[in-house]
């Protein structure tokens, strides 16, 4: 029983580490233990590390250990390259070794032995296309080409030289400083794929998403399955209402029979487990993308609009305060003035609350087109 308690605290773990690592700065968990977590994995860990080392090895050690970091995570590398076909390969071969001796099943038919190998190597080669395709470098080649095919809105794009390649930026393009070159259409630079997402390979690294999204349901679903079939097949509900005596009820046998399930398929369980909290980190990504390619933004595209509309929100609001000071002002320059009521300038609105920004974004070429061009 300490045991299989043992394998419960390890899933919850697992689970809050993963969604506290890569969901910990959404503006949902803000001020929450998950915000608290994240910021530790990805700050507080290291800086405690630099203070040891710095403690045990003095400044050779932090100049070493610096860097690592920058070798690590400032430059192109194949690590996390490394760790995708670690995790996918060693996730396939646990569900061969520990779930493939029951298929054919009683809910399992056996060609499903050769479908789950098809989607493996199907996202394998998805994830290869996004890695190594070029995601739209831009040189001095093609450059006046991306000009013409992006012009300058003159809000969050102008026309401006790129101070390392020394060429001009085209509008949605940027200088990507872990690659070190401008990508046009710029999404993001994706350290599992050691690459740029850009106008070329953001096609793939969406269908790269939505396909892996959908072999973790369907490993997931598979293994609860087959674990559906052996209770079947070994008859347990009807061991335990009939030589153990629990009355025959969801509510009665639910605690006995995940017991048995946790005691005899713990390897199983995880798995299920591990893949339904991936396809759920996947669904949210997935999502959010083709949120992105529905409206012909990028993720660079966002950050930068919310610095525009935030500027542009400050700006206006100082206006609409000094026309509110200045009309004050000749209130009260004024010989006679009625006086307000109370109740009124308590439930009068606020001209801050008047000031209106729209977002202008001129590649919105409506749904079909945004989907068609915008991935």
């Known amino acids: 029983m300490a045991v299989q308690w043992l394998l419960v605290c390890h899933g919850l773990v697992t689970l809050l580490v993963v969604v506290s690592f890569l969901c910990g700065q959404w503006p949902i968990f803000q001020g929450t233990f998950i915000q608290r977590i994240h910021h530790f994995l990805t700050f507080g860990a290291f800086d405690y590390l630099r203070r040891f080392v710095e403690y045990l090895f003095g400044s050779r050690g932090t100049n070493a250990l610096y860097l690592t970091q920058y070798y690590f995570c400032d430059r192109p590398n194949p690590i996390l390259q490394v760790i995708y076909l670690a995790i996918i390969g060693g996730t396939y071969y646990l569900v061969v070794n520990s779930t493939f001796n029951y298929i054919p099943g009683h809910y399992m038919g056996g060609y499903h032995r050769y479908t789950s190998l098809l989607g493996v190597g199907v996202g394998i080669i998805l994830f290869l296309l996004t890695s190594f395709s070029d995601p739209g470098i831009v040189n001095a080649d093609n450059v006046t080409q991306y000009i013409s095919v992006y012009p300058y809105d003159n809000l969050i794009y102008s026309e401006k030289e790129c101070s390392t390649c020394k060429i001009l930026k085209p509008a949605r393009s940027k200088h990507c400083s872990i690659c070190g070159h401008c990508v046009a259409r710029f999404d993001h630079h994706c350290g599992w794929m050691n690459n740029c997402i850009g106008e ?106 919310q610095d525009y509309l935030s500027w542009q929100r400050k700006v206006n609001e100082a206006k609409v305060s000094g026309e509110a000071l200045k009309a004050s002002l000749g209130d009260l320059s004024q010989e006679t003035k009625h006086p307000q009521s109370k109740w009124k300038s308590f439930f009068k609105r606020s001209h801050l609350e008047e000031v209106e920004i729209i977002k202008n974004n001129i590649y919105d070429r409506g749904f079909f087109q945004n989907l068609y061009f915008g991935s």
């Open 200 to 305: 070329k390979n953001t096609l793939y690294f969406v269908m790269f998403l939505l396909w892996h999204f959908f072999l973790c349901v369907y490993g997931t679903v598979a293994i609860g399955l087959v674990l559906a079939g052996r209770l079947k097949e070994l008859e347990v509900v009807y061991i335990l209402t009939a030589y153990y005596g629990i009355d025959n009820s969801f509510r009665s046998l639910a605690p006995h029979v995940v017991q048995w399930l946790i005691g005899s398929y713990n390897t199983q369980i995880l798995l299920m487990v591990f893949l339904a909290i991936v396809s759920l980190l996947l669904s949210g990504f997935f999502g959010y993308h083709l949120s992105l390619c529905i409206s012909n933004t990028t993720t660079n595209e966002t950050f930068k609009w």
